[in-house]
């Protein structure tokens, strides 16, 4: 079974747009880790976010946001006004205190900004 | 700070060659891993190592062996390279454990003809 889930394969918006991508996780452990990444056209890694499993409070952080709802299982990632640049793939992934060092990425969403 | 690094950046192997994709970091981290990513699978874990002198397998280990030396190195052999192994790796390490951040390198595209 998928531990993390993304459910939005491809989505396309038109530049200036708000858009959410969606992180559905799976877990049994108290304690875990949750992550954003992205990776622009160019092929790296780019770290976004990092959130435990204590802390359900919301982030902003300039044009973005993350939404943690640990009743929902979710953590999902809102772009405002958003921007060419932001093009890319966006990647979701779990760390799990208990069960060994295992890091679960998700399939990714492919994000596109129409100019 | 180079932060991680990885060579080469692309590489062409036939069946059954081997060949070791490097992977270094100077931020003096303690856990290393190695990824690699396909199409529509997300990046999948291969071997992980939380320190020098051990190591563990991750999700996908079968085909790939790794060992670690020293603390900044952490090599990906491939013994007798298939084209199922035609990927993306990329190279990642993160300062004490799992749970932190992990920075990740560049990447390195094989393609196994």
């Known amino acids: 079974a998928q531990k993390v889930t993304q459910a939005q394969t491809e989505i396309s918006v038109v530049e200036k747009e708000d858009v959410t991508l969606d992180c559905v996780y799976e877990?049994?452990?108290?304690?875990?880790?949750l992550f954003w990444y992205k990776q622009p056209p160019s092929g790296e890694l780019v770290f976004l976010i990092r959130?435990?499993?204590?802390?359900?409070q919301n982030e902003i952080s300039g044009r973005y946001s993350w939404n943690f709802q640990k009743s929902t299982s979710s953590f999902n990632f809102t772009i405002t006004a958003s921007q060419v640049v932001d093009s890319a793939v966006y990647f979701c992934?779990?760390?799990?205190?208990?069960?060994?060092?295992?890091?679960?990425f998700g399939t990714g969403t492919s994000l596109t900004v129409i100019p | 700070n180079a932060g991680v690094t990885q060579t080469p950046k692309f590489q062409v192997l036939k069946t059954g060659q081997s060949m070791t994709l490097q992977c270094a970091q100077d931020m003096n981290h303690e856990y290393m891993s190695w990824y690699r990513q396909d199409p529509g699978m997300g990046l999948r874990l291969i071997h992980y190592?939380?320190?020098?002198?051990?190591?563990d397998q991750g999700e996908v280990p079968n085909g790939y062996n790794v060992s670690r030396s020293t603390t900044e190195d952490f090599p990906l052999r491939l013994l007798s390279a298939a084209p199922s192994q035609t990927s993306v790796y990329f190279c990642a390490s993160s300062g004490g454990h799992l749970q932190e951040t992990q920075y990740f390198g560049p990447g390195t595209r094989l393609l196994v003809l």
């Open positions: 992934a779990l760390s799990e205190l208990n069960t060994g060092n295992q890091f679960y």
């Open positions: 959130r435990n499993s204590f802390d359900e």
């Open positions: 190592s939380v320190g020098a002198g051990i190591t």
């Open positions: 877990t049994r452990d108290t304690t875990y880790y």
